[in-house]
């Protein structure tokens, strides 16, 4: 049956920034279709509910609380879930995020350390795991901000892109043996849009922006990831979908200061 092809029956996963959102969405899609999953973020507490979650699915879970901005922190999971498991099949690079700043206000530091934090620790542990995999599939999650412009996002939307091209030449480096994708994620209703969510003036006008007409949801992210780390996305590498209700350019003042 084609829905066999959505499945990931026995396989390993490792989950960043799983806490919350995108993540955590994930984790769960993944044991719902049959994974053992490692996830991690920095909140235990977050962790603990997601690994409940993944265990109500029937797989299992290993928490590992860490701060994954340190890139061997975030490398390690690689070798937890082959310690755990017995094998790493799938590692979804999840965690990252830059907060909105002025181009004036964004220094060197700044931008420096939105790439770390986007696109090292997303290396670092691809770079782990690859050794530890027979065949598998790594999903980048990148933003809607890495191909056009917007205020204030200079650091995130210079990183993301980062990701996105890092995404395609990886899955050339990798190829045949290892599946490199990436998603580039529009309007998401997650805590890191909770500037949107929370202001009605604001959540209409990105709705309105949106040719959905509607701010998408962590689960429908998730759908999407399961598709390209699954059989159903077997053809499919170096790829950036976008997932983002058609959105070509943000309409969106967050009352940013010019410069």
């Known amino acids: 049956m084609i829905l066999d092809r959505f499945r990931v029956a026995d396989q390993v996963a490792v989950v960043t920034g799983a806490g919350r959102g995108i993540g955590a969405a994930t ?15 920095r909140t235990a507490g977050d962790l603990d509910e997601v690994a409940e979650r993944v265990e109500a699915a029937g797989r299992r ?12 922190a975030a ?10 498991f017995g094998r790493l099949d799938i590692v979804i690079n999840n965690v990252g995020g830059t ?3 002025p181009f ?13 934090f986007n696109v090292s ?6 770079r782990a795991a690859v050794p530890l995999m027979t065949t598998g599939a790594v999903v980048n999650i990148s933003s809607i901000m890495g191909r056009v412009a917007g205020r204030g996002y200079l650091a995130y939307g210079t990183a993301k892109a980062a990701l996105s091209h890092y995404t395609e030449l990886t899955a050339y480096d990798l190829a045949p043996r290892v ?3 990436a998603i580039a994620v529009g309007s998401v209703a997650t805590s890191a849009l909770d500037i949107v969510l929370t202001n009605d003036e604001l959540r209409e006008k990105m709705s309105r922006a949106t040719p959905l007409r509607r701010i998408g949801s962590a689960e429908e992210v998730a759908a999407t990831v399961l598709f390209l780390v699954s059989a159903a996305g077997g053809y499919v590498t170096g790829k950036v979908l976008e997932v983002d209700g058609g959105l070509q350019q943000p309409n969106l003042d967050l009352g940013l200061p010019d410069l």
Do not use: I, Q
């Not at 390690?76 to 755990?84: E, P």
């Not at 004036?104 to 770390?116: G, K, N, P, S, V």
């Not at 620790?121 to 691809?126: N, R």
């Open 27 to 41: 984790a769960v899609a993944l044991a719902e279709a049959g994974a053992d999953v490692v996830v991690s973020a």
């Open 61 to 72: 879970a290993r928490v590992v609380p860490a701060d994954l901005s340190d890139v061997d």
């Open 75 to 84: 490398a390690g999971l690689a070798r937890v879930a082959h310690d755990t």
């Open 99 to 101: 907060y909105p700043r």
């Open 104 to 116: 004036l206000d964004t220094d060197t530091d700044f931008l420096e350390r939105a790439f770390h």
């Open 121 to 126: 620790t997303a290396h670092a542990l691809t």
């Open 179 to 181: 599946r490199v994708n």
